[in-house]
């Protein structure tokens, strides 16, 4: 992503005409290579950690120095139109940003969509569709705000143009922002406001958002790196900058250092941030102010940071970094597609920069330029005109891509052909019959619990709310709880709910084993899940429930273990669990555990839509798929009261666990079971538990 262009050489203000406030734009009527030098480390930033996020793991603060830069330059021009003209244009200012901005990014996002519909994987296609529309709307940033609070979309692979998200900040960052010099205009006419009054305003938009960053980023990380709301402060540090350049410079003593201490601070948040850093937040200050700082330095005399950001190749690549970041993105992804890789080796890495910095060069030469050299966009129904047609023709391109999917998106379920698990005994557990559901639809066959709402998020902490589902006099209560392993076995007990007039009460957690022992959740301590399991024995007690059903991750670990081994892991959880779990046991309320389920590869359904012809090149083999060890095993044999369902031969035929059974798809994901897959697994599930519960003091539910 790169902000708008350096500001051109103004006129000289008419003759009569007062400065606003009294403030001079001198800091920004000459053009600044430092600051393309300043936009080329943070596009190759932002590409070398997209080739290789271990080389830079913090480059994605690329992203943050760029959003500086662009508050810096775009409240520059207001400033100056304030101050030559009086007032703000709206309509100059849109046209001049449909002008620099949406023809190469058009260009780019038509060529991802019919490249994607050649390269990509069918699977794919319907979530690159709804990306390519939110990316040519300029609304990329909310759309994956939204997966990133879907807990189940972890596993989702990125879209080719998904990196559109900062544009889509920008973009809505340029609706508000001509707003506030427009009523600064006209309060600086009418009341002589000067631009102290403008310096409290921007400064307001810097502590609100920020202080709203640093909150979001605390409480719900994942989409608070993509909302607006919490980059605005990072905006609003250019325009604060800008600002109070245009009143004058720093001493030359002070410049020259803090031109290395700046471009220190970004490289050093490069090198030491990673995934795992709480962003943008209060962690974001740090490259921030960094960048704040070197354009701050502007060139002072002696030895400084801006000679080594004017040199040519800085310049060069700050020419072009608005078209690079356009452009690296789709390649490295379609790289990885073609090659069937998850990574890109040294020379494919050196391939993928190459031609995204090929591609960047002839998208400036061949449409950026002639666009701004002939004024091809001048008035406001030309850039209007530019900017439907744009969103629209890509709009079309994704269309085209969504139809595609729907095309098998029609198998319909077929009690006599997708026999699922009641085929395992055959000589075939799969005939070659068209498989349900389709590659494309099972990502989404999923219990209907997340849907109702009933599967709790990361955040929530009080399971008071519960969700009931069956009889409302019913013959057995059965309480459902433990992560979205055992939410997945929902569809199943609604069945045996059915069947044997059971009510089901559902206290699924995200991420959250039912445990007693601290877990994590994004490198932290998930207090929410310690929390809302200590309040789930209470529930289950006072409603005096007939079962607790559970089962969870596997891979599920205590929080604090630090470099612990496997089998001390495993050891604390177990330990958690029957702590827990005796809670509930020494009420005379039994507990049934599921071993998990085996796992599979992560891009499963990219395989059989890729392999219709041979399924059986999905398949994965029992060592792979099955974590040798359960916790839950370990932990019912601690406690009184609770027994162990193993399925496992549901799942996996001697040495091989099929990712279709009797024409049914089994995963919905590389762990999670399809919703199809759990239902015909019910009968199955009731026996086995009938059998568990054979041994208790209660018996077998009726």
């Known amino acids: 992503m790169r902000p708008p262009a350096l500001p051109a050489q103004p006129s000289v203000p008419p003759g009569g005409r007062p400065s606003v406030g009294g403030a001079s734009a001198r800091a920004s009527t000459r053009f600044r290579p430092e600051v393309q030098g300043l936009r080329a480390l943070a596009v190759m930033l932002v590409l070398v950690y997209h080739l290789s996020p271990g080389l830079i793991p913090g480059g994605y603060v690329g992203v943050d120095v760029f959003f500086v830069i662009s508050g810096f330059l775009i409240t520059s021009l207001l400033l100056r139109e304030v101050e030559r003209n009086g007032r703000v244009s709206l309509s100059g200012f849109y046209v001049r940003r449909v002008r620099r901005l949406l023809p ?44 990133a609070l879907d807990y189940l979309a972890a596993e989702t692979p990125p879209s080719p143009v998904q990196h559109f998200w900062s544009l889509s900040v920008e973009e809505q960052f340029y609706l508000v922002w001509p707003l506030l010099f427009l009523l600064w205009g006209l309060a600086a006419r009418r009341w002589r406001a000067g631009t102290g009054s403008l310096v409290t305003v921007l400064a307001s938009v810097f502590v609100v958002s920020l202080v709203h960053s640093i909150l979001a980023t605390a409480s719900d990380a994942p989409s608070a790196y993509f909302m607006p709301f919490t980059r605005a402060w990072e905006l609003a540090t250019g325009g604060l900058l800008a600002v109070l350049m245009a009143r004058g410079s720093l001493p030359n003593a002070v410049r020259l250092p803090l031109g290395w201490i700046g471009l220190a601070a970004i490289v050093a948040s490069a090198l030491l941030y990673d995934s795992g850093t709480p962003f943008p937040g209060y962690t974001a ?28 190749p800085a310049r060069f690549l700050g020419d072009v970094s608005y078209a690079l970041y356009l452009w690296h993105w789709p390649i490295i992804i379609f790289a990885l597609v073609l090659l069937d890789r998850d990574s890109l080796g040294p020379l494919g890495m050196i391939v993928a920069a190459t031609l995204s910095i090929l591609a960047a060069w002839a998208t400036k030469v061949c449409v950026e330029d002639p666009v701004a050299r ?11 005109l530019v900017a439907v047609t744009g969103m629209l ?39 070659g019959a068209m498989i349900y559901p389709s590659p494309i639809d099972a990502e989404d066959d999923m219990p209907r619990t997340y849907d109702d709402g009933c599967q709790a998020g990361f955040d929530e902490d009080d399971p008071s709310d519960r969700c009931s589902y069956g009889s409302d006099d019913p013959e057995a209560t059965v309480v459902i709880t433990g992560d979205s392993h055992s939410a997945h076995w929902f569809p199943a007990l609604e069945e045996l709910a059915e069947q044997r007039d059971w009510r089901l009460v559902v206290f699924s957690k995200s991420a959250c084993a039912f445990t007693g022992v601290m877990v994590g959740k994004e490198g932290g301590a998930y207090e929410e899940c310690m929390d809302w399991n200590r309040a789930v024995v209470d529930e289950v007690v006072e409603m005096d429930a007939d079962l607790v059903f559970t089962s969870s991750s596997a891979k599920g670990s205590p929080y604090g273990l630090g470099d612990a081994g496997a089998e001390e892991s495993r050891q604390a959880m177990s330990e958690g669990m029957a702590e827990l779990w005796s809670e509930v046991t020494r009420e005379g309320i039994p507990v049934i555990a599921v071993r998990d389920t085996p796992r599979t590869e992560s891009n499963v359904l990219e395989c059989l839509a890729a392999n219709t012809e041979d399924l059986t090149t999905c398949d994965r083999s029992l060592e792979e798929a099955l974590e040798p060890e359960d916790p839950q095993k370990e932990a019912v044999e601690r406690v009184d009261g609770a027994e162990l369902v193993d399925l496992t031969d549901r799942f996996c035929v001697e040495d091989a666990c099929p990712a279709v059974v009797g024409n049914v798809v089994v995963y919905r994901d590389s762990h999670h079971i399809t919703r199809t897959y759990s239902r015909l697994l019910a009968d199955e599930l009731g026996e086995r538990m009938d059998e568990a519960l054979a041994g208790t003091p209660g018996g077998p539910l009726p």
Not at 285 to 312: D, Q
Not at 419 to 428: F, R, V
């Open 104 to 147: 190469a990014a058009t260009v780019v996002l038509l060529v991802t969509g019919a490249v994607s519909l050649v390269v990509l994987p069918v699977t794919r296609l319907g979530d690159t569709a709804w990306q390519l529309a939110a990316s040519a709307f300029y609304v990329e940033n909310l759309y994956l705000a939204d997966q």
């Open 285 to 312: 200050l740090l490259p921030v102010l960094g960048s704040a700082a070197v354009i701050a330095a502007e060139r002072p005399s002696g030895p400084a940071a801006s000679r080594l950001l004017s040199t040519g």
């Open 374 to 384: 002939r004024g091809l966009i001048r008035t406001g129904r030309a850039a209007l």
């Open 393 to 431: 023709t890509v709009a079309l391109v994704a269309a085209v891509a969504w139809f595609r999917t729907e095309r098998i998106r029609t198998v319909e379920f077929d009690p006599a052909v997708h026999l699922g698990p009641g085929a395992i005994g055959s000589s075939e557990i799969s005939s």
